[in-house]
């Protein structure tokens, strides 16, 4: 069953921008990706890097430590599509972001 949980504010995530956010201390990186909300784990397969701190282009983010490139919709990875990040569903309700703890991992 699904458990949605808000984590922020459409207003607090601007378009082409991440950030960390941690429902029920599950670590969580949302982004903004050109109005679609998306969430996927925040630590990079490679070396745990801070996905939430990590550069959006094209529907992917980029881990800030090694470079290393994930899709946000299917949280593969762009090296080896078979080794991913866990990818969460986000629901937009009333101008607030909600992310499902129960999915992604």
Not at 16 to 26: A, K, L, Y
Not at 77 to 93: G, I, Q, T, W
Request: proline letters at 8%; aromatic letters at 8%; one cysteine or more.
């Amino acid at each position: 069953m699904a458990n949605f949980v808000k984590v922020a504010e459409v207003a607090d995530l601007p378009p082409g921008q991440g950030m960390v956010v941690e429902p029920e201390g599950t670590p969580i990186a949302l982004f903004n990706v050109e109005g679609e909300f998306r969430a996927i784990g925040n630590s990079c397969i490679h070396r745990g890097g801070p996905l939430g701190e990590g550069t959006v282009e094209e529907g992917k983010v980029t881990c800030p430590w090694h470079a290393w490139r994930f899709d946000l919709a299917t949280g593969a990875s762009e090296l080896d599509p078979s080794a991913k990040v866990p990818v969460y569903s986000v629901e937009v309700r009333d101008g607030a972001v909600y992310v499902d703890v129960t999915a992604g991992g």
